[in-house]
């Protein structure tokens, strides 16, 4: 997943918005999204996922659709879970 988020954001002519969609809605839970934060700079070193993240999706709409609703269901999950 990791690999698959860094190809997106810096790796394909352009972002490639459905691939970040399809990665995060694969996360069952927020503490996942934060494994994945930490191993994207472990693997990269001096990236950020979420620098990267913004650095490519630019507006609100763009942010709620690539980004808060694929991590929706993790989201209420984590709060299931408590």
Known sequence: MVKSLYDAVR????TDEDAIKDALSRLKTIPDFCSVIKRYEENYPGETLLD???????TDSEWNEYVYLPLLAAKRKSEELG
Do not use: H, S
């Open 11 to 14: 790796v394909w002519r352009g």
């Open 52 to 58: 990267d993240l913004d650095g490519d999706i630019d």
